[in-house]
């Protein structure tokens, strides 16, 4: 089945600092990826749809300056955090994959800004 | 919009036990669902798929069902284990061309040996 790596999987960044996430699909091409927060004891919110080659489409309510979608290649996403601040530390989880078989996730990145 | 409901949120069971969790879904147009476990601090790990077209899947002690008329699914756990304590979470694609997944809120399962 697809495989999508997540890394890191653990970042603590400073306060006005970027951070940079990556999402790698191993074994199949990915034109769309997915970008998900999760808040403790909560579920996954969908942030963004990347599309390769052309500009993310962005959730109402997230800020697309702030949360910067890359996708310039069939296997990489990035998601960077931009100038992050404590209310960013979250959960950010990728996902991707072949939809009549089911997306996979990534690990997941446990972001803090302290 | 999709909204996805998950009950109980919280579940606890003795070893041995079947149980069966309960997802919710509003628009009826689903593409597929899907049910995930997660650990604590993990990601997700797909359990089954239902594809629009189908009613049930199984896979091992673990069968899934789908009601699209009365937007409803439910997973079944035979013979729970210690093992299978984690939260689950139910996830329905969205119509139309981008499929993304609208999840429940999950019920964290305590399997209790």
């Known amino acids: 089945g697809a495989v999508v790596s997540q890394h890191p999987s653990r970042v603590i960044c400073k306060s006005g600092t970027s951070v940079k996430i990556e999402c790698r699909s191993l074994d199949f091409q990915a034109t769309t990826m997915f970008w998900y927060r999760q808040f403790p004891k909560q579920s996954l919110m969908l942030m963004a749809t990347?599309?390769?080659?052309?500009?993310?489409?962005?959730e109402q309510g997230v800020e697309k300056d702030k949360f910067l979608i890359n996708h310039a290649s069939l296997t990489l996403s990035t998601l960077t955090v931009t100038s992050a601040h404590p209310e960013d530390s979250s959960f950010y989880i990728c996902?991707?994959?072949?939809?009549?078989?089911?997306?996979?996730f990534g690990s997941g990145t446990r972001l803090t800004v302290v | 919009k999709q909204e996805v409901t998950q009950i109980p949120a919280a579940l606890s069971v003795p070893e041995g036990e079947n149980l069966v969790l309960n997802c919710s879904f509003t628009d009826s147009a689903i593409y597929n669902l899907q049910w995930f476990r997660q650990d604590p601090g993990k990601g997700l790990t797909s359990l089954l798929l239902?594809?629009?077209?189908?009613r049930e899947q199984t896979s091992g002690r673990l069968n899934a069902s789908l009601d699209k008329s009365s937007g409803r699914s439910t997973l079944y756990i035979a013979a729970s284990q210690p093992g299978d304590s984690a939260t689950y979470l139910c996830a329905a694609y969205r119509s139309g061309s981008a499929r993304q997944l609208t999840f429940g809120s999950g019920t964290q399962l305590t399997v209790l040996p």
């Open positions: 990347s599309n390769e080659g052309s500009k993310a489409t962005y």
């Open positions: 239902i594809q629009s077209s189908q």
């Open positions: 996902s991707g994959g072949e939809l009549d078989y089911g997306y996979t």
